[in-house]
């Protein structure tokens, strides 16, 4: 017997103001079609290359035979989505990567992420889906025929709104990169610094100096630090000084 869908509380600490772009007016052009497809896949994937494109889809949008928010279903049911993201995160990140894509905002709290989590492990991603793109939320936002985009946020005392969603919401975590380094199928940053070959400033920030070098180094850092203080004592006098 599987559970049911927890609730939980549409709650944020952030103001809600106007959606980042306007909604597009009804054209079955076939220029405004391909608008569309490339907004659906900036929201979803945020950059493609022409082997992931989902043709047999893009065919079945531009003859009017899905809507709108059949091709983004159908663009997360996709094997590139799958490849490049499912497998790359646990449930947990999984629902704040869809929620996003989908929904265009943050994850409202802890219950919203677990719950989504609880659906993904009993009835499996897709039924996820249907769940957010099926939701009042999602058909208020974006209906049948607009692609989802992000909503802005504003917060207390300032003036612009936060950084994109796709920026704090890299495609996958520090887990996936550090067993892609221990299997070898990516380097690590400190064997990318280890093998290849590094400027000078490179070699002053991240090589440390052994032996004499070291000796050196701390001695320049001493002498530079003492002449910076007695530089400033002497403008201090200067400044001040009563003639």
């Avoid at 017997?1 to 079955?28: A, G, H």
């Avoid at 070898?184 to 064997?191: C, E, G, R, T």
């Avoid at 400033?201 to 530079?224: C, N, Q, R």
């Amino acid at each position: 017997m599987t559970l049911p869908l927890r609730t939980f509380q549409k709650s944020s600490q952030n103001s809600r103001v106007d959606v980042l772009t306007t909604k597009i007016e009804e054209d079955n052009s076939s220029v405004a079609r391909d608008l569309l497809i490339n907004k659906c896949y900036r929201q979803i994937f945020f950059h493609l290359t022409d082997r992931d494109r989902e043709k047999c889809l893009e065919s079945q949008f531009k003859s009017q035979s899905i809507t709108v928010r059949d091709f983004i279903r159908g663009l997360f049911l996709s094997d590139r989505f799958r490849k490049g993201y499912i497998e790359c995160n646990n449930n947990y990140r999984l629902v704040e990567q869809v929620i996003f894509r989908a929904l265009g905002r943050k994850i409202y709290n802890d219950t919203e992420r677990l719950s989504y989590s609880i659906l993904i492990a009993e009835k499996g991603f897709a039924s996820f889906i249907d769940c957010v793109l099926d939701s009042e939320e999602y058909m208020m936002k974006f209906g049948y025929d607009n692609p989802p985009n992000e909503y802005s946020r504003i917060l207390p005392g300032k003036e612009s709104g936060t950084i994109p969603l796709y920026q704090q919401y890299p495609r996958y975590g520090l887990d996936w990169q550090k067993k892609l380094t221990s299997n070898k199928l990516m380097m690590s940053i400190s064997d990318h610094l280890l093998y290849s070959k590094k400027s000078s400033i490179e070699k002053f920030i991240y090589d440390k100096p052994t032996g004499t070098s070291l000796k050196i180094w701390i001695t320049a850092l001493v002498l530079t630090g003492a002449g910076t203080i007695w530089l400033s004592i002497l403008i201090f006098k200067s400044a001040f000084q009563v003639n």
